[in-house]
Every structure is written in C-alpha cells, then in structure tokens.
C-alpha cells in the first residue's frame, strides 16, 4: 500500500520568514496529493491540494509543488503569521474516491 | 450548507462497555470515510462507505469494530468492548469527489 513520509516533525520561523514542508509517497499511481491544515483540538482544515498533471499551485500565501518523478510534493508558505501555527498533514491518495494516507505530520510553530 | 457533523463530540466509556459514534455528511456527499487519529499522531484510514456499502474496511480492526452507513440517517461506527487502548479522536470525512472535508471528531476516553 500507499506510504508517506514527511518532514521536519517540527519547524520553528519568525513572523514573515517562509515556511517549507516536504513529503514523499511511495505508490507511483497516486494521482491526488492534498494538505490540511489541523488546529489543537480542531478538525483537519483541507487548505490546498494538487493533481498529479500539474506541477505546482497557487493561492496567496500558500503553494505546493510536485515531483512525480521523484515521489515528492512540498508545501511552501510564505510571510508566515502567528495564526499560522498548526500541525500541517499531507497526504496522497488515487483520485476518483480513494483513501488517504497521511504523513505523520508538522508542528509549525511561527513566532512574532 | 451544513458541514460534516458528528456527534457526540466527547465520550467516556468504561472497559467493556460499547462506543457508538455518528456522522453525518456534508449535503450532497455520499461517501465517508472514518480515520482515528491518536494523540500527537497522524490520521490512520479505518473504513470507507457509500450508502448501504463498505468500499474499504483494511484499516479497521477485525474485532470489535463495525461500520454502517444505511440509506436513511448518519453513518455509525461501532466499537464493542471498548479497550483504554481505543482512547482516540475519531474523525470521519465525507466527499463527492477527491476533495475530503472532516467533521469536527468525537474523542473517545476509555477509563
């Protein structure tokens, strides 16, 4: 089945400095790559995802890029805010209702 | 448009005693999928339904657990003989394409 590993466990940035999230997935037919955002004792919050035929998107300060061919997909925020701290999760999956398998997650932690 | 609805939204059984938990799904969405999430951990896939059917049930435990999504009313998901070890927050999400959007999670505390 599906594996994804994800990077760093915890990431520590001052207020306006960028944000970077890795993640790698293992099964080649995933097509379907979203990030969600989750809150201390919140919901997972789906805040952008991508598909597998195209190689980056947009939306404002939020992007993520992928790399099928190396199995890779990162999640870059730029000018981070206080409010942006969260554990971040990624996750793959084959589009058309499929599961998702979900990285272990990133504490982000943005410091005024 | 209501969200994804669970309830209840805490829950403390004792050894032994039976869990059920309920979802409802976003307006239009006909497949849910139920994840457990342990503390400090990622979402673990358990089951995923279409009305009247499970599609997917590799993630969930042999015993003790079972799954229901029936034509009329939410989704259920069952735990029978609740162990300390099922203490979790249970998030269930529905979809009507890729995109899955999560309720608000029951958390269950087995004293």
């Known amino acids: 089945g599906e594996n994804v590993e994800q990077h760093p466990s915890t990431l520590s940035v001052q207020e306006g400095d960028s944000a970077v999230i890795k993640c790698t997935y293992s099964?080649?037919?995933?097509?379907?790559f979203p990030w969600y955002k989750q809150e201390l004792g919140k919901r997972p919050q789906l805040i952008i995802d991508?598909?597998?035929?195209?190689g980056e998107k947009k939306d404002q300060r939020i992007a993520v890029t992928l790399n099928k061919t190396a199995k890779h997909f990162s999640l870059h925020i730029t000018e981070t805010q206080p409010e942006d701290s969260a554990v971040y999760f990624c996750a793959a999956s084959m589009s058309g209702y499929s599961t998702l398998t979900f990285g272990k997650g990133t504490m982000l932690l943005v410091s005024p | 448009n209501a969200g994804v609805m669970q309830n209840p939204r805490h829950l403390v059984r004792r050894r032994g005693q039976e869990a059920r938990l309920r979802c409802s799904p976003m307006?239009?969405?006909?497949?849910v999928y139920w994840y457990r999430q342990l503390p400090e951990e990622g979402l673990k896939f358990m089951v995923y339904?279409?009305?009247?059917?499970?599609?997917?049930e590799s993630g969930m435990p042999k015993e003790r657990f079972s799954a229901e999504f029936p034509k009329e009313g939410p989704s259920i998901l069952r735990i029978q003989q609740v162990v300390r070890g099922d203490s979790a927050a249970y998030f269930c999400a529905s979809s009507q394409e890729d995109e899955q959007y999560f309720g608000p999670g029951t958390r269950l505390t087995v004293t």
């Open positions: 339904l279409q009305k009247e059917n499970i599609i997917d």
């Open positions: 991508i598909r597998s035929n195209v």
């Open positions: 307006k239009g969405h006909s497949h």
């Open positions: 099964d080649s037919a995933s097509n379907y």
